[in-house]
């Protein structure tokens, strides 16, 4: 899938209309799994064949200019990045993506191909997750507003009767992560920095992850999960007031992951590992001899012992609130 050269050329929505727009949709979407797909996109309603007898569902929505700038991203890098948002909550329950719903919501001068090019970034993210597109919606909106809503809907695998909620982790447990940290995050800073190229930077505009992991960590007894969106402080105090515990944060596995992130500064690796967002790895907490092959283990699960409900690192309480995303107050 290349950058999406073209796409803020030729015609515009509102000169070939929804008609037109969606036949451009249709065409990027043609080569992704069908599997269980009974009735796909151009009907009312998607109609899907499932094993289980409960569905899991999600949705996110991107806006431009403020979850993406079109000087820094494509419309593909758009597609992928809203795909993988919406199917790495899915795997934080432990569960499988089964379909995506899509809406487009545009001014009508928004070039034809840039809706092309969204189409394509999802159909590759398709592709590679085997979960289809299997409908969504059309809008208009004023002038310059684009935004792009997801929904996803999953199911759990065989063998795992319930989902893993946040609220699950216990003293005891230690707390593990299925990737790297810190790529987004730096790819965020070399970006307002100017620069425009780079392993961080492509990561940024495009995140993928082990959507496997979210099955495989619930399989192996994870007692609660969640996934890196809004940075690892941010998201692992969620888990510790959802759980009413207190997460001790070990100094070395936090520098190790920064030390990972080849040509960033030491303190703006360490920024980027604690608070660094759209990450979209997993973090789970496991009794100590459960911890998947390959997750890297990041702290311990204590009881609050008075002190509260929160996240450690050392002597210090981290305030989520100084890190991370956070969708209205930056």
């Keep these: 899938m290349g950058p999406g050269e073209g796409a803020t050329t030729g015609p515009l929505l509102g000169e070939v209309g929804e008609r037109g727009v969606l036949a451009e949709v249709f065409a990027a979407l ?71 719903l899509v809406t487009l919501a545009a001014h009508p001068r928004l070039p034809v191909a840039w809706a092309r090019g969204l189409a394509e970034g999802m159909a590759w993210a398709s592709r590679r997750s085997g979960v289809p597109v299997v409908g969504g919606d059309l809008g208009a909106a004023p002038d310059g507003v684009v935004m792009v809503g997801v929904t996803a809907l999953g199911e759990l695998p065989e063998g795992v009767e319930h989902p893993v909620r946040r609220d699950g982790a216990r003293p005891g447990d230690v707390l593990a992560v299925s990737g790297p940290l810190g790529r987004s995050g730096a790819g965020l800073a ?49 888990v510790a007031r959802a759980s009413d515990v207190r997460i001790d944060l070990r100094p070395g596995a936090v520098d190790a992951l920064a030390a990972a992130l080849d040509g960033v500064p030491a303190e703006a690796a360490r920024r980027a590992v ?21 997750w890297v ?28 995303w956070d969708h209205y107050g930056g």
């Excluded at 599997?35 to 996109?41: A, C, K, N, R, Y």
Aim: charged residues 20%; contains cysteine; aromatic residues 6%.
């Design 30 to 100: 043609a080569d992704q799994p069908v599997d269980g797909v009974l009735v796909g996109p151009g009907d009312d309603t998607a109609y899907l064949r499932v094993r289980r007898a409960a569905v899991l569902a999600t949705t996110d929505t991107m806006v431009l200019g403020h979850d993406w700038r079109d000087d820094w991203s494509t419309p593909q890098d758009v597609g992928v990045k809203a795909t993988t948002q919406n199917l790495a909550d899915i795997a934080s329950m432990g569960g499988a993506g089964t379909g995506l």
């Design 190 to 238: 070399q970006l307002l920095e100017g620069r425009h190229e780079g392993a961080w930077v492509d990561y940024h505009r495009r995140p993928w992850t082990d959507l496997g992991q979210g099955p495989r960590a619930a399989l192996a007894g994870a007692s609660s999960m969640i996934d890196v969106s809004d940075g690892l402080v941010r998201d692992a105090d969620r």
């Design 274 to 294: 604690l608070g660094g967002g759209e990450e979209h790895v997993l973090l789970a907490t496991f009794v100590p001899d459960a911890v998947p092959y390959g």
């Design 297 to 324: 283990l990041l702290g311990d699960v204590v009881a609050p012992d008075g002190g509260g409900a929160g996240v450690w690192l050392g002597p210090d309480c981290l305030d989520p609130a100084r890190g991370g």
